[in-house]
Each structure stands twice: as C-alpha cells, then as structure tokens.
C-alpha cells in the first residue's frame, strides 16, 4: 500500500481570532492537498490548535475560566472557519487531546533516558509573549529586544533542557546536502545564516509554579513542557506515532508554514526528531505575509482582512483565487481592495465565467442543448486540443515544485486562448449557414470539452467553480481525475447539458 501524501498547516494559537494569515497558509495547504487527490493519491491533511502556555493561561484568567474551559470556547472559532473556506483537511488535532500528551511524554521520555535531556539553572531574559527565552543575539543594535517580543523580563530558575546544541553542525551539513529541505531557496539561505551562529541548547521546561497550564514532564512533574516542544510534536502526534499507522503515513511530505516561525521548524524539529531516531519530514516550506495596501495588518489601525466577511461577500472560491493568483508561495503579497474586486470581475467573471456560459449557451441555441458530434476538424481544433494536453501535463510538475501561482497562469492561459477560439471560428456566424453545421457541432463541442478540461485543472483551487461547471456539462456524478485532463474527446457527444447558469455574477 503506497504511503500518502501527508502535508500539515502549522497548528494556530487558540487564543487569536483567524485571520487573513491563517486563512491562506491553509487554503494553500488545501490546495496541495486536493491537487495530489487530483492525481490519484491518498492524501492525509492534517492542521490544529495550539492550546497550552503562557498566554492561554493568562487570557483564561482574564475571563475567569479555566484554560481547558477558555481553549473550549475558541476552538469553534476555527473548527467553524474552516468548512467555510471550503478546507478539506483529514484530522484537527488539538494540543489539550489526549493521544497528543501521550505522544509528547512518550518522546520526552525517551530523550531523557538517553541523556539528552539534563537540568540547570537560568538567569536570563524572557518574553511571555513569544513564550521563549532570549539571548543578546535576539537584541537589536540599540540593545533593545524588538517590540514583537512585547515585555520581557530578567528570570532566573532551574529548567531542563534538551542538548539541542551537539546537532548544530549536522543540521547544517543536513540543510546544505539536501537543497529541497527548506523552501524557497532563500529561507534556506536564512536559516543557514542563523546556524552560523552557535546554536544552544533548548529550555524545554517552565516551572508549574509559574506556568500550571502545559503538558507536565513525565520524570518531573514540577514542570511542564515548553509549548514550541509541545506544539511541533503535533505533526507525529496525529499521525499515530508508536502505531502501525505511523509507519505507513510518516514521514510528512510538506510542513506548511508563515516564514516567521521557520527557525523552530527548520531549526529545533529536525534536530528533536534525529534525537528520538524519528526520520525528517521532506519538507518545510514557508510563505510570506500578507499588508493591505502597503502597510502591516493591525487591529488597532483596523485595516485587518476578516476572511469571513470576504466569504459571506464574494464567495470562499473568489477568495482562494485571489489568494493563489496574487502571489507565488514564498513571498509577500500586499491586500489591495481594487486588486480583489479587478481580479473578481476580469479574470473569474469575464475569462472564465464568459467563456463557460457563452459557450453552454450556444449549445443550448444551436443544438437545443445537447453536446454536438465533433466531424469537420481545423487547425484551430488541434492547437486548443494540443495546448489542453500540454496544461494538464505540466500540472503535476507544477504541484511538486509549489508552483501554484504559476499554474494558475497556465490554466489562465489556456482559458484566455478558448476565449479567442470562440471569435476566431464565430459559431454564431456558422449558425447562420447551414452547410455549415458539422463544422459548428465541432466548433462547439471543442468549446465543451475544453470547459471539461477547465473544471478538472481548477478543481484544487475553486472546487465550487469546478463542480459547477461539471453540473451544467452534466457530468457531477463523475469525480475529476488529472489524467482526464489530458484525454482529449472524454465528453460524451448527443448528452444533454445540465442548467446553464452565471458562473460569478458581476459586482460593482
């Protein structure tokens, strides 16, 4: 039985409210996920909730509940987000679930009895709000801390901690011999950089005396595990580490992640995991952040992308779109209101929406609405059929090289070149002489099979889009398959079509 495609979002703090960050590192990881089911694989898409630490602790006392009670109430928050995003994930794992502390205590243990793991005392900086402790290093050259650490304190305390620094010069030697292990390119150019400094050894403990609401250390129960250890141990967790089933499903194709918490993924996991003998996911793959309008997203400034409204406005498909269209994975992108709304109407409404119901249309006028017999073939029939093929072939390339951004063009491409088809052969024009109907049925037909092809290369991306089209071709009860894609001729001529209906009504 072949291994599935495993990919993960990180797994997000419970007590922020989601937003547009959240939402595209997942609808891009949804992305990858139902592009790899296109091509026949079995997929496992996992993403979470981050419920223990610090800050949790504080926003529960905040609200005079319990952490376990607050975590309850904010889970919802996302579970409800994410259907309507249309996320098709497998498994939400929360941090508070009992198959994860298991898993967590299960490999703190086996680090600590292979002395990896060993006590001392700290004295140095913290930050509660990035819940990590903090060296010089972190410090800016007015020997100040950035303000994303928010207040940070001087603490000294005995903590455990894990000898992350032995594996400093194998990770480094591991990132250089394996160039696809971070991407893009220039994440793995940073991370390096950051290993060219010495590494240290990690405090994986706080003090229940401080911090009560963690995962306790299973050889000392004083303490809890820090929530960064806690929190990457998800991705075994899920997968059923210490079972059969783990076996079959690690180790993770893709960790998909915002290029801020690269350091702990591409840094701290790799080396937890060759500590406890776990082998290394293939991937970590990191993109950009999102401004509006050229400045950073804040509530206080209230320029902040609500995912949901965005939703209820224009649909989850438009929102997917604009997301992947707007920018390759990797890199920053910038919200722009008019870009949107540029995007909606041009491109999902006049490209494809146009082409898609002009052409049903014309069927249902000139063929009383049911799909011609192709007979009298041109040139014109042969360069969309060949340019067809050649988009559905470069898909799976695409998809392994993260190149969706760039697919999206191709696909683009291909519906921009129907669109000229259409005035080039002017079946309207056909319809008015007779003698010249077999060559309108074929016109008309390379219009329909050319949507068929569209529905099946737009499925990972605006999966409602794609199965409308398929209702209207009347062929929804067939599930889209990528090598389909390729088949020219797969559309069944003398079947009638489905109701033909606007694909992305036009907004002002």
């Known amino acids: ?41 079995e997929v496992f898409f996992l993403t979470g909730l981050d419920e223990h630490g610090q800050k949790v602790q504080q926003a529960a006392q905040a609200k005079g509940v319990t952490p376990q009670e607050f975590c309850d109430q904010m889970a919802p928050h996302w579970e409800q987000l994410w259907p309507k995003l249309l996320i098709s994930n497998n498994d939400l794992i929360r941090t508070t679930q009992p198959r994860h502390k298991q898993v967590v205590q299960t490999i703190l243990q086996k680090l600590y009895d292979a002395g990896e793991i060993y006590t001392s005392e700290y004295e140095g900086w913290y930050s509660t709000r990035a819940e990590q402790f903090l060296t010089e290093k972190e410090m800016g050259p007015d020997g100040k801390f950035p303000a994303e650490y928010g207040e940070v304190t001087r603490l000294k305390e005995k903590n455990y901690f894990f000898k992350m620094s032995k594996y400093q010069d194998w990770l480094i030697n591991y990132i250089r011999d394996n160039p696809g292990f971070v991407y893009p390119d220039y994440r793995r150019n940073e991370i390096l950089g950051f290993l060219q400094k010495p590494l240290g050894d990690l405090c994986i403990s706080r003090p229940a005396s401080r911090l009560a609401w963690g995962i306790p250390l299973p050889f000392d129960a004083g303490y809890v595990t820090y929530v960064w250890f806690d929190a990457l141990v998800n991705y075994v967790s899920a997968a059923g580490y210490g079972s059969a089933e783990f076996e079959q499903r690690w180790p993770a194709d893709i960790h998909l992640i915002g290029k801020e918490i690269l350091l702990f993924h591409a840094g701290y996991w790799p080396i937890m995991l ?162 010249k109907a077999a060559r309108l049925g074929t016109v008309l037909y390379s219009l329909a099979e050319s949507c068929r092809v569209i529905s099946i290369l737009l499925t990972p991306f605006i999966p409602v889009t794609a199965e409308k089209i398929r209702r209207q071709l009347a062929i929804a009860d067939a599930p889209a398959v990528l090598i389909e894609a390729e088949l020219w001729g797969m559309l069944v001529p003398n079947r009638p079509l489905g109701e033909v209906a606007p694909l992305f009504p036009k907004k002002q």
């Open 274 to 435: 060759k500590a406890a003998g776990i082998p290394l996911p293939k991937q970590i793959a990191a993109h950009g952040w999102w401004t509006r309008n050229g400045q950073k997203m804040s509530k206080s400034v209230g320029n902040v992308v609500d995912p949901v409204a965005i939703v209820e406005a224009w649909g989850a498909d438009a929102l997917r779109y604009y997301l992947l269209r707007e920018l390759p994975v990797g890199s920053d992108g910038d919200w722009a209101d008019t870009n949107f709304e540029r995007r909606y109407n041009g491109e999902l409404a006049n490209d494809l929406g146009n082409l898609v119901n002009r052409s049903l249309s014309m069927i249902n006028r000139y063929c009383k609405g049911v799909v011609p017999q192709p007979a009298v073939p041109d040139p014109l029939d042969d360069e969309l059929r060949a340019l067809a093929a050649a988009t559905a072939k470069r898909f799976p390339e695409r998809v392994a090289k993260l190149e969706l951004n760039a697919l999206l063009n191709d696909i683009w491409d291909f519906i921009r070149r129907c669109n000229q088809y259409v005035d080039q052969c002017a079946p309207w024009a056909l319809a008015k002489d007779p003698s």
């Open 1 to 41: 039985m072949p291994k599935p495609f495993y990919i993960t979002t990180p797994i997000y703090y419970v007590n922020d409210r989601p937003h547009i960050g959240h939402a595209y590192c997942t609808i891009v990881a949804d992305v990858i996920a139902r592009a790899h089911r296109l091509m026949g694989e």
